[in-house]
């Protein structure tokens, strides 16, 4: 069903490009630009083919995103990505560079009315998606007792084995360093990283990095590292597909992914007419959430998701009970820089 | 790639007394106006572009040589320069001690069994490097196949921890790069004649002594094309290291690509590829002083 | 004695280098038909299920056609200007060696990202993003010095007597060249074709860049999705890839063995027959 759906809808993608021939953009179609696999499949099914039947629009395809390419499209003036899923901290920096378009009064006002944490908005971006940091631990290796705050997941005495950390600074590691070392959730940033490379000293022969979604699973399952911090809803699916995973929300980070619209583009205006139509739907928005077990950007779509997910929808209130922070990503975007600079020097040592 | 060459240009008005010489150097035949349709391609499609971002090494942030400065500035960077081209060395090494007895067996196998080695080196070559490196990883990781079954026979009582080492980086890199060192030389072995190895023979020399006096020398030119093409790739690679090493593995693909891609620091990501280029080309330039590369892959030195 | 003792190692080594290689492809194949959607090993069941995706989502096969397209077309790009270049280096004079050799080895030094900014860049203005022409066009950049290297130690090894002798019994230069040169270094021309197209076939960095959706290649579709998850579809594309692979070499090498057997027999029965 699931399968036939994409092939629909990938068939319609195939002849509309040949249709639009030499990558010329109609003067009705949106091109999506996402992370691509299957989420994107995913996303696209539940939020962006129903509105595109709704307003005779036409979707049109592309992945993954990469900012390097986005930057060189506003530059050049030669924009073909009309929506594109990014990190809050590249959205914050290119909104104030420029290189995005600024949403307009109906969009801020739609997002106002879907109840959207204004902390996760800014002046180009809306949230499209949340999930969290948290922590995952092999069932097999911790069935009675494993860590529920980032204290105990770095306490390895306690708890013996391997932790993995993603290798990407806003991948929460320094919050949760932070975190594990005592520091207030409220008083997290801006981050005191000396002491968060102090504490990650502690227990850095025994961190292994992952670079991609699926190695933290592997990690995880194969108990190669039974403790990593990882993305909840990759453990809640793999869990699901009978691999011996779990979350435990304890001090979760809520993070999420904006989407935006690169500056100049031509049909900006029906994309924006798409980002009002996404919030005033949070059926869409559930749909997604049991396709691509990502949590919804507004609060009101939680309760349509099925009872038996919503313990594991980031966003939903249990989730968010446990929460210890969100992700602060104006922070982000103005540090990026000196911190991964800093984070290839410490790792390489 | 003689240096001498270039810079005898430089000197061209000063020493008319050898106008010769001069004239040699400018000379072009018919044979060198074949190098035409490459260099105009080339320079339309790859160094005009890549002249453009290189410039920005220089201006992106601000003018000057900054970035080149902060490459020096930060131990960092050289030390992951360094740590690439001894990656890159080593996987060469491994590669070339690999691929030149496998190669010779090509040349005297049965054809039957020629088509299977053939097939042997080529067959993976078709199969994505990220999805083999993912193989690569399944296997060798502490609780992969390897381990596993080495433990139930055994024959270790610990995982031998292969991944997140140079081990890992190097078992995996040379799995890559292996069919890029085996076809030039199978490739120039079986041009040679084999009855010069015979007539050597027949002057009363042991198969050993000409296979080492005749066959070697003239395979010499397939080697230097494998040792060129793998270690100049090697360089490049990050995707294998990337999941087969540790943090102190890191190529300066990886770390370019990162600038590029992340943190959008065209100008720093421009001056850290000028650094390998130019690495490479001194490299390279030592390395046919002493072992010719020029004269065994071009007849000339 | 020694000799023997030689060969058996060899055929020792070679099966140990053969295994290594293969290796990888031992855990593909099973994950491929694996059930669960996380690739492990050993698999715990058995299911199609990865392979009826790729049927039923037409753009893994359009995206499979298009590399498949760009792959060959570079490939025979870079084998004519790779073997025009290889010619005037080791037989040409021309002034500039130093200069040119290294703008002629230099796209395989820069790296594919830098590469894939700066002609994304240049192929905005003009329009070639997306298009077969352009992928085309710098595919060929990163393949050409493949065949350039392989044709040239092929040419050094290449006997000029056998060429003179040609030329001194009245054959002009073109004719001797395409009848003994250029059978010489056939094998180096395929080795540097076979890694001209690989390296487009498999190439994602440069690929990211060009690729939208009027145009998009098999690595960028298998690539686009690893940062979140990889399911077995990957496994399954390159169990397929395989099959295809394997299934050419194998028509081509039965083909051969029955050209030889039908060649065998012209011969005995008809003594003239060429």
Known sequence: MRTKAISLVSTAALVLSVAACGGGEDSDSVTVTMWGGQAQEAH?????????????????????????????????????????????????????????????????EAAQKAEIDPAQMNDCAIPILQYTFSIAYNTDKFGDKHPTNWAEFFDTKAFPGKRGFWKYVTGGIFEAALLADGVAPDELYPLDLDRAFRKLDSIKDDIVWYDTGDQQIQLVASGEAPLVQAWNGRVTQAAKAGEPVANEYGQNLISYDQIVIPKGYKNAELAQDWMVWFLENPQA????????????????????????????????????????????????????????????????? | MSLAQTTGRGGAGRRSARPSRLRAYFTVDGWGLLILPLVVFLAVIFVVPLGMLIAKSFTDPTLGLDNYREIFAESLYLKILTNTFVIALSVTAVTLLLAYPYAYLMTIATPVWRTVLLLLVLVPFWTSVLVRSFALVLLLRDTGVLNTIAQDVGLISEPFPIMRTMKGVIFGMVQVALPFAVLPIYATMRNIDTRLTKAAQGLGDRPSGAFWRVFVPLSMPGVAAGLLLTFIQALGYYITPAMLGGPKNTMIGELIVQQVSTVLQFGFAAALAVLLLSTTFVLLAIASRFMNLERMLMGRS | MTRVLTRAGLILLAALIGAYILLPILIILPMSVSDSAFLTFPPKGFTWQWF???????????????????????????????????????????????????????????????????????????????????????????????????????????????????????AGPVSTFFRITLPAILPNMLAGALFAFITSWDEVVVAIFMSGPTLTTLPVKMWAGIRVQIDPTLAAISSLALLVIVGCFLIIGLGRLVQRLLARRNLSSDSTGA
């Open chain 1, 44 to 108: 696209v099914k539940s939020y962006f083919t129903p509105w595109a039947k709704e307003a005779d629009v036409s979707i049109r395809q592309d992945s993954p995103t990469d900012y390097a390419k986005l930057d060189a499209q506003v530059k050049s003036g030669k924009v073909s990505w009309g929506l594109a899923e990014v990190e809050p901290n590249y959205a914050k920096s290119a909104c104030d560079a420029g290189k995005l378009e600024k949403l307009p009064e109906r969009v801020v």
């Open chain 3, 52 to 170: 009826e995706e790729l049927k039923l989502d037409p753009t893994w096969l359009e995206a499979a056609t298009a590399s498949l397209r760009v792959a060959a077309l570079s490939a025979i790009l870079s084998v004519v200007l790779g073997t025009l270049a290889a010619l005037a280096l080791v037989r040409g004079r021309f002034p500039f060696r130093g200069p040119v050799l290294m703008v002629l080895l230099a796209p395989l030094i820069v790296p594919y990202v830098i590469v894939g900014l700066a002609v994304y860049i240049a192929f905005l203005e003009v329009g070639l993003t997306e298009t077969t022409l352009g992928f085309v066009l710098v595919h060929t950049c990163l393949g050409v010095p493949y065949v350039m290297i392989n044709v040239c130690a092929g040419l050094v090894a290449v006997d000029r007597r056998l060429e003179m002798a040609s030329m001194n019994l009245g």
């Open chain 1, 285 to 349: 928005q559930a749909d997604d959430v049991t396709a691509s077990g990502y949590g919804p950007a507004s609060p009101q779509a939680v309760e349509l998701v099925p009872a038996d997910v919503q313990p594991d929808v980031a966003g939903g209130a249990e989730v968010n009970e446990q929460s210890a922070a969100l992700m602060n990503y104006d922070y982000w975007a103005e540090n990026y820089d000196e911190v991964t600079k800093r984070f290839n020097t410490w790792i390489a040592k």
